[in-house]
């Protein structure tokens, strides 16, 4: 019930996708507080700052969106690549005696364990294969790039969108006008949804909310330091 798959292989599993939920999230949140900060002066229609940060964040988000697919099917390709390529008689040595090592870590015995892996090393491929389920960075690979850009993209427009509040919100408050009380606006805007991300960052992660939400309202606060002044 945790998972929806997509064409049987896909998986919209967020705690699969913490990396893309936590990318995307950050990257739209700096990205559009950025653009709003250099925005903040100008003396441009709220309708007209709408349509501008609403085009900067889709256009962002698809971008981010892409290059996070095309990474990640760039490193599927690469691992299995390396699968078809003919181990020599040293590394396969090697490999079984790492697989032996993780049989070991599992809980099995030790003659239990030789065997197995002196059986499965007889097949070079089947080997890999085994070996590549083992890894961590295999696990985060499982399902299909697209999963991991549907978060990309859906975090950043999410939590990115969040800043463009300002030109909603401060309008209407007649007694903040100036351009100092729009930056205190953005300012506390982008504080909550960095707060916001590292709530759900722990959750999916299993850690300590506030300790996540002081880090990424840190990094975020980083991030935001250095683009401020360019910006």
């Known amino acids: 019930r945790d998972m929806i798959t997509m064409n049987g292989s896909t998986t919209l599993n967020p705690k699969k996708h913490i990396k893309s939920i936590v990318y995307g999230g950050m990257d739209g949140i700096i990205t559009i507080f950025a653009m709003v900060s250099s925005t903040s002066g100008a003396s441009l229609s709220t309708s007209l700052m709408m349509v501008i940060g ?3 964040l889709l256009a962002d988000a698809f971008s981010m969106a892409l290059s996070d697919y095309l990474s990640t099917k760039a490193e599927l390709d690469c691992m299995n690549n390396d699968t078809k390529t003919e181990l020599t008689t040293s590394e396969l040595e090697k490999q079984t005696h790492t697989l032996y090592l993780a049989l070991i870590r599992r809980g099995y015995e030790q003659m239990d364990a030789h065997k197995i ?3 499965i090393s007889r097949d070079p ?3 890999k294969d085994f070996l590549q389920m083992d890894s961590e960075k295999q696990d985060q690979l499982t399902s299909s790039p697209a999963a991991g850009a549907i978060w990309t993209f859906s975090s950043f427009v999410i939590f990115g969108f969040v800043p463009l509040l300002t030109y909603l919100v401060v309008p209407r408050m007649h007694i903040f006008t100036e351009e100092n009380y729009s930056m205190i606006t953005v300012i506390a805007l982008t504080c909550i949804t ?9 959750k999916l992660g299993g850690m300590d909310p506030i300790g996540s939400s002081l880090e990424m309202i840190a990094s975020g606060g980083l991030a935001a330091a250095l683009a401020y002044p360019v910006a």
């Open 117 to 119: 892996a002196a059986l």
């Open 54 to 56: 609403c085009a900067n």
């Open 194 to 202: 960095l707060s916001v991300l590292g709530v759900m960052k722990a």
């Open 125 to 127: 491929h089947t080997l």
